[in-house]
Protein backbone atom coordinates (compact mmCIF):
# COMPACT_ATOMS: atom_id res chain seq x y z
CA UNK A 1 0.00 0.00 0.00
CA UNK A 2 0.98 3.64 -0.91
CA UNK A 3 -0.07 7.15 0.32
CA UNK A 4 0.76 9.66 -1.67
CA UNK A 5 0.59 13.54 -0.19
CA UNK A 6 1.21 16.69 -2.72
CA UNK A 7 1.92 20.10 -1.55
CA UNK A 8 3.33 22.92 -3.57
CA UNK A 9 0.30 24.05 -5.92
CA UNK A 10 -0.73 27.69 -5.94
CA UNK A 11 -1.28 31.02 -7.54
CA UNK A 12 1.02 32.39 -10.23
CA UNK A 13 1.16 34.34 -13.15
CA UNK A 14 1.89 33.85 -16.54
CA UNK A 15 5.39 32.85 -17.54
CA UNK A 16 6.01 32.16 -13.82
CA UNK A 17 6.92 29.01 -12.02
CA UNK A 18 6.03 26.55 -9.39
CA UNK A 19 7.61 23.51 -8.03
CA UNK A 20 5.05 20.49 -7.04
CA UNK A 21 6.16 17.51 -4.03
CA UNK A 22 4.78 14.26 -3.43
CA UNK A 23 5.94 12.51 -0.65
CA UNK A 24 5.26 8.71 -0.43
CA UNK A 25 4.70 6.14 2.72
CA UNK A 26 6.09 2.46 1.87
CA UNK A 27 9.68 1.13 1.78
CA UNK A 28 8.62 -0.32 -2.22
CA UNK A 29 8.40 3.64 -4.03
CA UNK A 30 12.01 3.65 -5.63
CA UNK A 31 10.47 0.21 -7.36
CA UNK A 32 7.71 1.90 -8.51
CA UNK A 33 6.92 4.42 -12.01
CA UNK A 34 5.63 7.19 -11.03
CA UNK A 35 3.53 10.06 -12.38
CA UNK A 36 1.64 13.04 -12.82
CA UNK A 37 -1.61 14.18 -13.95
CA UNK A 38 -3.77 16.95 -14.43
CA UNK A 39 -7.34 17.76 -14.26
CA UNK A 40 -8.84 21.19 -15.50
CA UNK A 41 -12.58 21.91 -14.71
CA UNK A 42 -14.88 19.85 -17.20
CA UNK A 43 -12.18 18.12 -18.24
CA UNK A 44 -11.14 14.38 -18.45
CA UNK A 45 -7.76 13.72 -15.98
CA UNK A 46 -4.59 14.04 -18.66
CA UNK A 47 -1.10 12.56 -18.50
CA UNK A 48 1.19 14.97 -18.17
CA UNK A 49 4.81 13.35 -17.01
CA UNK A 50 6.35 10.21 -15.72
CA UNK A 51 9.41 8.82 -14.58
CA UNK A 52 11.50 5.33 -14.23
CA UNK A 53 12.16 3.53 -10.95
CA UNK A 54 15.70 4.98 -11.19
CA UNK A 55 14.89 8.51 -12.26
CA UNK A 56 17.09 7.63 -15.54
CA UNK A 57 13.87 7.63 -17.47
CA UNK A 58 11.33 10.39 -18.52
CA UNK A 59 8.45 10.99 -20.56
CA UNK A 60 6.49 14.06 -21.21
CA UNK A 61 3.01 15.13 -22.68
CA UNK A 62 4.19 17.12 -25.57
CA UNK A 63 1.77 20.04 -24.15
CA UNK A 64 4.48 20.39 -21.04
CA UNK A 65 7.93 19.43 -23.27
CA UNK A 66 10.78 21.23 -22.56
CA UNK A 67 8.62 23.76 -20.05
CA UNK A 68 7.94 20.71 -16.86
CA UNK A 69 10.68 18.35 -15.30
CA UNK A 70 10.01 15.35 -13.92
CA UNK A 71 12.25 14.19 -10.92
CA UNK A 72 12.54 11.70 -8.17
CA UNK A 73 14.64 11.35 -5.04
CA UNK A 74 13.96 7.42 -4.10
CA UNK A 75 16.19 8.36 -0.73
CA UNK A 76 13.53 11.15 0.79
CA UNK A 77 10.45 8.73 -1.07
CA UNK A 78 9.71 12.15 -3.00
CA UNK A 79 8.76 13.07 -6.41
CA UNK A 80 8.73 16.28 -7.66
CA UNK A 81 7.21 18.11 -10.81
CA UNK A 82 9.09 21.62 -11.57
CA UNK A 83 7.08 23.64 -14.08
CA UNK A 84 8.34 26.74 -15.94
CA UNK A 85 6.73 29.34 -18.12
CA UNK A 86 3.66 28.35 -16.85
CA UNK A 87 0.31 29.20 -19.18
CA UNK A 88 -3.61 29.34 -17.92
CA UNK A 89 -4.12 26.25 -19.84
CA UNK A 90 -2.24 24.57 -17.32
CA UNK A 91 -4.55 25.50 -14.70
CA UNK A 92 -5.74 22.16 -13.16
CA UNK A 93 -5.38 19.98 -9.99
CA UNK A 94 -2.51 18.26 -10.57
CA UNK A 95 -2.25 14.62 -9.36
CA UNK A 96 0.63 12.32 -7.99
CA UNK A 97 0.13 8.92 -8.96
CA UNK A 98 2.40 5.50 -8.48
CA UNK A 99 2.03 2.23 -10.51
CA UNK A 100 3.53 -1.02 -9.24
CA UNK A 101 2.42 -2.39 -12.03
CA UNK A 102 6.00 -1.74 -13.81
CA UNK A 103 9.20 -0.22 -12.90
CA UNK A 104 9.34 1.98 -16.14
CA UNK A 105 7.76 4.91 -17.99
CA UNK A 106 4.22 5.25 -18.24
CA UNK A 107 1.66 7.47 -19.72
CA UNK A 108 -1.16 4.82 -19.18
CA UNK A 109 -3.80 6.42 -16.47
CA UNK A 110 -5.33 2.64 -15.78
CA UNK A 111 -1.87 1.25 -14.63
CA UNK A 112 -1.30 3.67 -12.02
CA UNK A 113 -3.37 1.83 -8.80
CA UNK A 114 -2.36 4.54 -6.13
CA UNK A 115 -3.23 8.18 -5.88
CA UNK A 116 -3.02 11.37 -4.24
CA UNK A 117 -5.70 13.96 -3.34
CA UNK A 118 -4.52 16.30 -5.53
CA UNK A 119 -3.09 20.42 -5.51
CA UNK A 120 -4.49 23.04 -7.33
CA UNK A 121 -2.33 24.82 -9.80
CA UNK A 122 -4.14 28.18 -11.08
CA UNK A 123 -2.06 30.35 -13.42
CA UNK A 124 -3.72 34.25 -14.19
CA UNK A 125 -3.04 35.93 -17.51
Known amino acids: QVQLVESGGGLVQAGGSLRLSCAAS????????MGWFRQAPGKEREFVAS????????YYADSVKGRFTISRDNAKNTLYLQMNSLKPEDTAVYYC??????????????????WGQGTQVTVSS
Open 51 to 58: INWSGGST
Open 97 to 114: AACDRTSYVTALLYQYNY
Open 26 to 33: GRAFSSYA
